[in-house]
């Protein structure tokens, strides 16, 4: 199954991908639970990330998993850029299915509340041909 890393999805906005893939569902503001991993499970064969950070200094680490399989793993620092978003396609099948979502704290350790706030992520959930969804 292909990630891509394009240019073009690096500097683009989740809200670009509107009109690109069908029954595009945005999950903004993520709720954590007391072990700071949000999990979602959706119908799809497209999950694109939105990512970036409001603050200028953050230790922040966080995986995300698509099916248990970790599919991006962000770090958040000081020379991060911040206040500029990153876009990543994660998932990309010909044929929809049900799949698991998961953010959780990276190296087994939890993150420090505010800066998991000031750490914002996006997620959009769709399907490549309008017949799956």
């Not at 099948?93 to 996006?122: S, Y």
Request: hydrophobic share 40%.
């Amino acid at each position: 199954m292909p990630v891509f890393r394009g240019h073009f999805l690096q500097m683009a906005c989740l809200r670009w991908f509107d009109g690109s893939f069908w029954n595009l569902e945005k999950l903004e503001d993520l709720s954590y639970d007391e072990d700071q991993v949000f999990t979602v499970k959706r119908y799809c064969s497209v999950i694109v990330v939105e990512y970036f950070q409001i603050a200028q200094e953050n230790d922040c680490k966080v995986e995300i998993l698509v099916d248990g399989e970790v599919k991006e793993c962000l770090e958040l620092y000081w020379e991060f850029v911040w206040n500029n978003r990153l876009v990543r396609m994660i998932l990309s099948e010909q044929k929809a299915g049900w799949h698991t979502i998961e953010v959780r704290p990276a190296g087994g350790r939890q993150n420090d509340w505010e800066q998991l706030k000031q750490f914002d992520i996006k997620l959009g959930i769709g399907c490549l041909i309008e017949d799956e969804c």
